[in-house]
T-cell receptor, first 112, second 115 residues
Framework: AQSVTQLGSHVSVSEGALVLLRCNYS??????LFWYVQYPNQGLQLLLK??????LVKGINGFEAEFKKSETSFHLTKPSAHMSDAAEYFC??????????FGTGTKLQVIP | NAGVTQTPKFRVLKTGQSMTLLCAQD?????MYWYRQDPGMGLRLIHY???????AKGEVPDGYNVSRLKKQNFLLGLESAAPSQTSVYFC??????????????FGQGTRLTVV
């Protein structure tokens, strides 16, 4: 079985501040992990993915995430928030030939 | 490449009407999915398919049916629409790699309102 928990349905940060969105996963086998972003009235697009290579993964728009097996975490970070980062972010896990399981999402608000 | 294309983009139905949502992908992906997205509930899997001619139930399959007669198409049907099916529907596709399912590619969504 696999599952994903995103801590915090809403996160607010000031423009220029650190962005930290939390994701913890559960998986019976080594997983692949993903972060997606959804802008208003759009579909989801992939930000970055972990596929068992480097544990620190860099994605688009300056985001990165670190796979920590001991903590079963895959938190998303960005050093300096920009107004254009305001969106909803989804963490997802894939373990074996199963469907990809998504978290419930975190809405990021960036305050000018 | 167009990626994943959903039609229609918007639809209003009356309770009890039926409709079919079409999803088409041009990436030769094995897996295809239908999700619904409701405020505060994230993405919930309705049905999915791991290959042409195969379908399986997801978390919330009741009231929906699917078919995958061709590898590139995945159809979602509502036989008798209910207001509880008002939602945004997303189709996605993915492919297996090194023993796992890879990232999903999403369509732009279909906003369905049932009145």
């Amino acid at each position: 079985a696999q599952s994903v928990t995103q801590l915090g349905s809403h996160v607010s940060v000031s423009e220029g501040a650190l962005v930290l969105l939390r994701c913890n996963y559960s998986s019976s086998v080594p997983p692949y992990l993903f972060w997606y972003v959804q802008y208003p009235n759009q579909g989801l697009q992939l930000l970055l993915k972990y596929t068992s290579a480097a544990t620190l993964v860099k994605g688009i728009n300056g985001f990165e995430a670190e796979f920590k097996k001991s903590e079963t975490s895959f938190h998303l970070t960005k050093p300096s928030a920009h107004m254009s980062d305001a969106a909803e972010y989804f963490c997802a896990v894939s373990a074996g030939y199963q469907k990809v399981t998504f978290g419930t999402g975190t809405k990021l608000q960036v305050i000018p | 490449n167009a990626g994943v294309t959903q039609t229609p983009k918007f639809r209003v139905l009356k309770t009890g009407q039926s409709m079919t949502l079409l999803c088409a992908q041009d990436m030769n992906h094995e897996y295809m999915y239908w999700y619904r997205q409701d405020p505060g509930m994230g993405l919930r899997l309705i049905h999915y398919s791991v290959g042409e001619g195969t379908t399986a139930k997801g978390e919330v399959p009741d009231g929906y049916n699917v078919s995958r007669l061709k590898k590139q198409n995945f159809l979602l049907g509502l036989e008798s629409a209910a207001p509880s099916q008002t939602s945004v529907y997303f189709c996605a596709s993915s492919y297996p790699w090194q023993g796992r399912n890879t990232e999903a590619f999403f369509g732009q969504g279909t906003r369905l309102t049932v009145v």
